[in-house]
């Protein structure tokens, strides 16, 4: 998802394993790096790189949980792209969606939490992302948001606090998100029981986030995590995104059968279908 994109170029000054910066300067170069690169993220998610991922979610409020887990492959040109969401906590909670290269159609395979939304194990319903840039589709949306929320604190003026540059050429960056940025960039869009818990304290509390760049500047992994308490609940999170190998052909399913697949022809069937699912996922909040 945002692996195309440079980040903290022009510091090619700095001494392989010492920070870019020290002290205070450190935080005013890192935050003017950091916001500077950030605004132009959305000019560079059109160049759809060949990439496989992997993104870990992790959410408890007090004993509430969501554990899941997110793969990605994005492959070819253009390309074709396969994201399965599947539950850590229930083996039968999953949706995989999957977009042939070139294809007016997309298909979803349900899982068994989903049986009731269709008499087939997939559907099928039309394409409508092509001309929007890869942080729409759901492989790369999450890791969008995340970076968003970093952007939000960073103009806050409070977001960066270091950046090192490793012996290899790589690049760490450590920074700071506000728990109110996290939600404001819907990384994770809370249950209203849990939000209207959540206090302005609370909110302002940040979780440490950790941005790697391999030796060419390109993102390669991203964890957010911290553990925020007030008002007597603990809200602990655990997002980490990264690169999970070279994709080929093999990770792409075939076009699924159609007796398989039921198929929502127009955009009333689509709506009905997303309603229905929403349904579904708030029961189990």
Same mark, same amino acid.
């Given at each position: 998802m945002l692996a195309t994109v440079g /980040? $903290?170029?022009?510091?090619?000054?700095?001494?392989? %394993?010492?920070?870019?910066?020290?002290?205070?300067?450190?935080?005013?170069? &890192?935050?003017?790096?950091?916001?500077?690169? $950030?605004?132009? /993220?959305?000019?560079?998610?059109?160049?759809?790189?060949?990439?496989?991922?992997? /993104?870990?979610?992790?959410?408890?409020?007090?004993?509430?949980?969501?554990?899941?887990?997110?793969?990605?492959?994005?492959?070819?040109?253009?390309?074709?792209? /396969?994201?399965?969401?599947?539950?850590?906590?229930d083996s039968n909670e999953y949706l995989d969606v999957y977009h042939p290269a070139n294809s007016p159609v997309e298909y979803m395979l349900l899982g068994p939490v989903y049986a009731s939304l269709a008499p087939t194990p997939w559907v099928q319903m039309p394409y409508t992302e092509g001309a929007y840039n890869e942080c729409v589709w759901p492989g790369a949306r999450t890791v969008c948001?995340? $970076?968003?929320?970093?952007?939000?604190?960073?103009?806050? %003026?409070?977001?960066?606090?270091?950046?090192?540059?490793?012996?290899?050429?790589?690049?760490?960056?450590?920074?700071? &998100?506000? $728990?109110?940025?996290?939600?404001?960039?819907?990384?994770?869009?809370?249950?209203?029981?849990?939000?209207n818990e959540l206090t302005p304290e609370m909110r302002n509390q940040t979780l440490r986030t950790r941005v790697a760049l391999d030796p060419r500047g390109k993102l390669t992994e991203i964890e957010m995590s911290g553990k925020i308490s007030g008002n007597g609940h603990e809200l602990e999170i655990d997002y980490h995104y990264q690169l999970d190998g070279t994709p080929s052909d093999v990770d792409l399913p075939k076009i699924p059968d159609p007796s398989q697949v039921t198929v929502l022809s127009n955009s009333a069937a689509v709506d009905d279908f997303y309603d229905r699912l929403g349904d579904i996922q708030r029961q189990g909040k």
């Open positions: /980040l $903290l170029t022009g510091c090619g000054s700095a001494r392989a %394993g010492s920070p870019v910066a020290n002290g205070e300067d450190a935080a005013a170069y &890192v935050s003017a790096k950091f916001d500077d690169t $950030l605004d132009a /993220l959305s000019d560079q998610f059109s160049a759809n790189d060949t990439r496989k991922t992997r /993104l870990d979610q992790v959410v408890r409020f007090d004993q509430k949980r969501m554990n899941s887990t997110v793969t990605a492959v994005q492959l070819g040109h253009p390309p074709a792209r /396969l994201s399965r969401n599947h539950s850590n906590l948001k995340m $970076l968003g929320a970093m952007q939000d604190s960073a103009q806050a %003026g409070r977001a960066a606090k270091s950046a090192n540059r490793k012996p290899d050429g790589s690049v760490e960056l450590i920074a700071e &998100v506000t $728990l109110t940025a996290f939600i404001h960039a819907d990384v994770m869009t809370f249950p209203a029981a849990i939000g």
